[in-house]
């Protein structure tokens, strides 16, 4: 084998623009058809692309809704500053305002059918939806246990449950209302009952 032919590489790299345009499709059609209806060729269709441009890339439609659901997107930060109270009620409101907007509220509903049959896809949708905002949430309840605000033997878990749970059931399942003081009326409804009781 020549240098030059041991040099050549193999294939074409990857177009981060037609990435981006099958990843943008799969999104937006997860959104309006849901996993179970949304098919591969639906969305070689509307990236412009044929179905071997996305198997190349993807092997299953499991694999190229996690990719999609992976991608970094810009979230809004939780302040750094204030107490853990504030900052608490500051990390619901950024979830209510993520839940609100579309694709994000519609791709939400979609895909939480899909949790109990697909572990793979299960584990994507709480990494986009839930984790980040659960880290936080555990941090904060740490710094008002070591502050003497909070209770040692709070169960983070279930506290960080009770935060988020509201939001989520209201997105998902009752319809209620998801206003700028949701977070407040949280917060404020759970903390003082986490608090060090009186000596």
Same mark, same amino acid.
């Given at each position: 084998?020549? #240098? %030059?032919? !041991?040099?050549?590489?193999?294939?074409? #790299?990857?177009? #981060?623009?037609?990435?981006? !345009?099958?990843?943008? !499709?799969?999104?937006?059609?997860?959104?309006?058809?849901?996993?179970?209806?949304?098919?591969?060729?639906? %969305?070689?269709?509307?990236?412009? &692309?044929?179905? +071997?441009?996305?198997?190349?890339?993807?092997?299953?439609?499991?694999?190229l809704v996690i990719a999609a659901l992976s991608r970094p997107r810009p979230e809004r930060s939780v302040s750094g500053e204030g107490t853990v109270r504030e900052r608490l009620i500051g990390l619901i409101e950024e979830l209510c305002v993520s839940v609100r907007r579309e694709p994000a509220k519609s791709l939400l509903a979609a895909l939480v059918a899909e949790i +109990?049959?697909?572990?793979?896809? @299960?584990?994507? &949708?709480?990494?986009?939806?839930?984790?980040?905002?659960?880290?936080?949430?555990? @941090?904060?309840?740490?710094?008002?246990?070591?502050?003497?605000?909070?209770? @040692?033997?709070?169960?983070?878990?279930?506290?960080?449950?009770?935060?988020?749970? #509201? &939001?989520?059931?209201?997105?998902?399942?009752?319809?209620?209302?998801?206003? +700028?003081?949701?977070?407040?009326?949280?917060?404020?409804?759970?903390?003082?009952?986490?608090?060090?009781?009186?000596?």
């Open positions: 084998m020549s #240098p %030059v032919t !041991a040099q050549r590489p193999v294939g074409r #790299p990857r177009d #981060p623009d037609l990435d981006d !345009a099958i990843l943008d !499709a799969t999104i937006a059609l997860l959104a309006q058809e849901g996993f179970s209806r949304m098919s591969i060729e639906q %969305v070689a269709a509307r990236a412009g &692309v044929g179905k +071997p441009t996305i198997y190349r890339r993807w092997s299953s439609k499991v694999e +109990p049959r697909n572990t793979e896809l @299960a584990a994507a &949708v709480r990494e986009v939806f839930l984790a980040k905002r659960r880290e936080t949430a555990f @941090a904060l309840l740490r710094e008002g246990i070591a502050a003497g605000e909070l209770r @040692a033997d709070l169960d983070l878990e279930l506290a960080s449950d009770a935060l988020v749970g #509201p &939001v989520m059931i209201r997105a998902l399942l009752t319809g209620g209302r998801i206003t +700028p003081s949701l977070g407040t009326t949280i917060v404020d409804a759970f903390y003082d009952g986490w608090g060090v009781p009186p000596a």
